[in-house]
């Protein structure tokens, strides 16, 4: 993802990590993000009753960017497959095609890909994929959060 921020203003680096899932799939979900710049870090987290995992990934995310207060260098981590394919990979051609997949039906989570493409424009984004549950302890960080949250919807 690009950035509509001007060539010589100095950047700030963020690293973040989301997470989100639903049990059962699709059922009551949970969402998850740890932002951190330097020594500083902030926890991101929410819960749907009735969503899916992969609206809980792409949330996570969008509300990720979207606590940014001004153009940042990210870089993000998700062990999501979906999320960052489709944002380095599918969204160019789902936004040319009028968000129509390349079958011609509608994007699935059109809105959600959406809120996160606004989200990530002011930003330079570097999208990492990590192996979820394969010992990364931020990613496991994001997915206690992410759990807690949406085991306090009463599950």
């Known amino acids: 993802m690009g950035s509509d921020a001007p060539a010589d203003m100095p950047f700030t680096t963020v690293e973040i990590w989301t997470d989100g899932g ?29 969503t899916t995992n992969n ?6 995310a969008a509300a990720a960017l979207e ?27 789902w936004v040319r095609r009028n968000w129509r997949n390349a079958s011609g039906d509608p994007v699935a989570n059109m809105a959600l890909w959406r809120r996160l493409l606004i989200a990530a424009k002011p930003h330079t984004v570097e999208w990492r994929w990590v192996r979820g549950h394969s010992g990364d302890a931020m990613n496991e960080r994001a997915d206690v959060l992410a759990t807690a949250a949406r085991q306090g919807l009463g599950e």
């Open 22 to 50: 639903c049990k059962p799939n699709p059922g009551p979900g949970g969402w998850a993000a740890i932002l951190r710049f330097g020594a500083h870090e902030r926890e991101l987290q929410g819960a749907d009753p009735a």
């Open 55 to 60: 609206r809980m990934e792409l949330t996570a």
């Open 67 to 93: 606590a940014l207060t001004r153009p940042c260098r990210v870089v993000l981590h998700t062990d999501s497959e979906y999320v960052r394919n489709g944002i380095t990979r599918w969204s160019t051609g």
